[in-house]
């Protein structure tokens, strides 16, 4: 068959593809990801993310949920925080908390029209 499976993405590849970017926050720079997807299936099957509509309710999301999930180590892709830092997080500025929670929609691909809007991407 001759198959060049050099052209297809590896397992690892594919687990840490996510689009990332640093943001200015918390007095320094963080590394953020895209919202992860099953966070995004979350609010979906909680009724925040109307799947008909693409209609979000925006003021039932935890933006510092958000911005636990979406800041990430830039050596292992993983999350830096846990859900026992929630309350921790939770008290640091919003205004860090915003600024991550936006460039992680952003990445996902709400951009600031959409997000206005109340919908998700396609």
Same mark, same amino acid.
């Given at each position: 068959?001759?198959?060049?499976?050099?052209?297809? @993405? !590896?397992?690892?590849?594919?687990?840490?593809?996510?689009?990332?970017?640093? *943001?200015?926050?918390?007095?320094?720079?963080? /590394?953020?990801?895209?919202?992860?997807?099953?966070?995004?299936?979350?609010?979906?099957?909680?009724?925040?993310?109307?799947?008909?509509?693409?209609?979000?309710? @925006? !003021?039932?999301?935890?933006?510092?949920?958000?911005?636990?999930?979406?800041? *990430?180590?830039?050596?292992?892709?993983?999350? /830096?925080?846990?859900?026992?830092?929630?309350?921790?997080?939770?008290?640091?500025?919003?205004?860090?908390?915003?600024?991550?929670?936006?460039?992680?929609?952003? @990445?996902?691909?709400?951009?600031?029209?959409?997000?206005?809007?109340?919908?998700?991407?396609?």
């Amino acid at each position: 068959m001759g198959n060049n499976t050099s052209r297809y @993405l !590896s397992r690892e590849a594919i687990l840490t593809g996510f689009k990332t970017r640093d *943001v200015e926050a918390f007095n320094g720079t963080v /590394l953020v990801r895209e919202v992860p997807a099953d966070l995004i299936q979350q609010l979906m099957d909680k009724g925040f993310i109307n799947p008909d509509t693409r209609e979000i309710d @925006l !003021s039932k999301i935890s933006f510092v949920e958000l911005a636990a999930r979406c800041i *990430v180590d830039p050596q292992t892709y993983e999350p /830096l925080f846990t859900r026992d830092d929630l309350d921790a997080l939770g008290q640091a500025g919003f205004g860090s908390i915003q600024r991550v929670a936006t460039a992680a929609m952003q @990445l996902t691909g709400w951009a600031p029209e959409q997000r206005q809007e109340g919908q998700v991407p396609n």
